[in-house]
């Protein structure tokens, strides 16, 4: 039954149409946590997400039958099948593995911790973005939720950056995604997305925004992110005025 | 009769925000003295009036003063507050005429809003009972008056547990709130009572970028401007933190409601994408 709910403010969590299915666990295919997890992940995505695809179909994944995947460990305890479960990627499994990141021989880090600041500003002017104030910058970092970013363990250089802002529970903010130009067309700012996103969706938050040059709204697309989904328009204060 | 200014219909708040517009042909001038700013710290009130004999003469503004509500002591200063100014600044600090904000020394640590509440429109009864709709961004909102809230505007229910974390990861809860005070007849203190109708949060990196989320008015009080006040008093507030970057995602028919506040669609080509789970 489909209840129609009047919209009243700029939150894309709340849709137009709040349809309340009623959920048919099927418990015999809950066999292991993982596909708990799942179902738990899918059942609150349906409640907060919208409720008809862009492409207009209703994909009905509720009620369908949890296949487990072959599960593997990381040294950097993620684990492949999370991908899947939070149905990240396609194959159940990070576009690039752990295994392979290292292999190429970068290092991921999911903290401040162990940052430099001014090798993160190089990158930023690198791709065209301003430098900040490292006073700022740090302050920033310390008050954003998410982060992931790529060393190269050789050169010790910073080569990938990605943060996500949010409330922690509901909505995220995904700000400065950026691959030092020299070693982009690897993988790495999908390797770097794929973490943060997995992170962001364990964590419940299902609502994952982010505002998109022109020129890379190509490289969201094949991550899941749709442009403008339903109307929805970003916006930002110009203090030049009408 | 100096008028008590009430809704956007006679002042428009997005006067004060975007240059080029005119308050009744008047300049208005402030003076920064010392006194005032040293007295700003202290306002909880702001109030403006307008005196309506002399279109085109100074506007009056009066502020309350007192570091505790309770111990509020009323003053009128007929200052004179220069437009372009509160424009270009928006009450943050210039130098010429420092209405101030707090300097940006201050803001490297993480100073707890004082921002004054401002009142958006006061209605004086007859039998002396005063209620006013006023903005706060520093009161602590009460999840369960949230809830009614976001039922009466048909949103769906929300685990209460995450919506406390919500507002407490949030960098700014706005709230507007209708607040009733009436007059008791022997001299014992007015009995006030305060009610939420309205709220927006924004979540934030405290530095250079806010987003702005869940922006609702009760319905039995839209229509009157209300809407347009939270938000532009919530920009401001964020603007006074030196927030450069104030971003939402707007539906679209709500758009136009915000490019009137000031914001712009796809700055610059940026598009706004949101994630959608396909797997």
């Given at each position: 039954m489909a209840t129609r709910v009047p919209l009243s403010s700029a939150s894309p969590e709340h849709q137009k149409y709040a349809f309340q299915h009623s959920i048919e666990v099927n418990l015999a295919g809950l066999a292991s946590r993982r596909s708990n997890l799942r179902w738990t992940i899918r059942s609150s995505l349906a409640a907060s997400c919208f409720s008809t695809p862009p492409q207009g179909a209703w994909k009905p994944w509720l009620c369908a039958p949890c296949s487990p995947s072959a599960a593997s460990q990381s040294t950097l305890g993620v684990t492949e099948t999370e991908a899947e479960a939070f149905g990240v990627t396609e194959t159940g499994s990070f576009s690039v593995s752990d295994e392979t990141l290292l292999a190429r021989g970068f290092e991921l880090h999911n903290s401040l911790q162990g940052i430099d600041l001014d090798h993160l500003n190089d990158?930023?002017?690198?791709?065209?973005?301003?430098?900040?104030?490292?006073?700022?910058?740090?302050?920033?970092?310390?008050?954003?939720?998410?982060?992931?970013w790529l060393q190269e363990v050789k050169s010790h250089k910073l080569v990938a950056f990605a943060r996500a802002t949010g409330d922690d529970v509901f909505n995220a903010i995904i700000w400065d995604v950026v691959v030092d130009p020299s070693y982009q067309g690897l993988g790495l700012g999908k390797a770097i997305m794929e973490r943060l996103m997995v992170d962001l969706l364990s964590k419940g938050i299902t609502n994952i925004g982010l505002y998109a040059e022109p020129n890379v709204v190509g490289f969201y697309k094949p991550l899941g992110y749709i442009a403008d989904p339903q109307g929805i328009r970003a916006m930002a204060y110009s203090r030049k005025g009408k | 009769m100096a008028t008590a200014l009430t809704s956007g219909a006679h002042l428009p708040q997005t006067s004060l925000l975007q240059s080029g517009l005119h308050l009744?042909?008047?300049?208005?001038?402030?003076?920064?003295?010392?006194?005032?700013?040293?007295?700003?710290?202290?306002?909880?009130?702001?109030?403006?009036?307008?005196?309506?004999?002399?279109?085109?003469?100074?506007?009056?503004?009066?502020?309350?003063?007192?570091?505790?509500?309770?111990?509020l002591h009323r003053r009128g200063s007929k200052l004179v507050v220069h437009f372009w100014d509160t424009v270009r600044s928006g009450f943050i600090k210039q130098p010429s005429t420092s209405v101030t904000g707090p300097r940006d020394a201050?803001?490297?640590?993480?100073?707890?809003?004082?921002?004054?509440?401002?009142?958006?429109?006061?209605?004086?009864?007859?039998?002396?009972?005063r209620e006013k709709i006023t903005f706060s961004s520093n009161v602590a909102v009460n999840v369960q008056e949230l809830e009614q809230l976001c039922l009466k505007v048909g949103w769906p229910k929300r685990a209460q547990s995450k919506v406390e974390a919500a507002i407490k990861n949030s960098f700014m809860v706005a709230s507007l709130s209708l607040v009733r005070e009436s007059s008791q007849p022997d001299g014992r203190p007015n009995e006030v009572k305060r009610e939420l109708?309205?709220?927006?949060?924004?979540?934030?990196?405290?530095?250079?970028?806010?987003?702005?989320?869940?922006?609702?008015?009760?319905?039995?009080?839209?229509?009157?401007?209300?809407?347009?006040?939270?938000?532009?008093?919530?920009?401001?507030?964020?603007?006074?933190?030196?927030?450069?970057?104030?971003?939402?995602?707007?539906?679209?028919?709500?758009?136009?409601?915000?490019?009137?506040?000031?914001?712009?669609?796809?700055?610059?080509?940026?598009?706004?994408?949101?994630?959608y789970p396909r797997f």
């Open positions: 990158l930023f002017v690198k791709v065209g973005f301003p430098r900040r104030q490292k006073q700022k910058l740090e302050r920033a970092l310390q008050h954003t939720s998410s982060i992931r | 009744y042909q008047s300049a208005i001038l402030v003076h920064s003295s010392n006194l005032w700013a040293d007295r700003l710290s202290q306002v909880s009130e702001i109030h403006l009036t307008v005196d309506m004999r002399k279109p085109g003469d100074h506007a009056i503004l009066k502020a309350t003063f007192g570091s505790e509500k309770n111990g201050e803001l490297s640590e993480d100073v707890p809003f004082n921002d004054a509440d401002v009142v958006i429109i006061e209605k004086m009864h007859p039998d002396g009972t109708i309205g709220m927006a949060r924004a979540t934030s990196d405290h530095v250079f970028n806010a987003t702005i989320w869940d922006v609702l008015v009760d319905p039995c009080y839209q229509g009157q401007g209300l809407g347009k006040a939270l938000v532009e008093q919530m920009v401001r507030a964020l603007l006074r933190r030196n927030i450069g970057n104030i971003t939402l995602f707007a539906d679209s028919q709500v758009v136009d409601f915000y490019k009137n506040l000031g914001f712009e669609a796809d700055p610059e080509g940026i598009k706004g994408m949101f994630w």
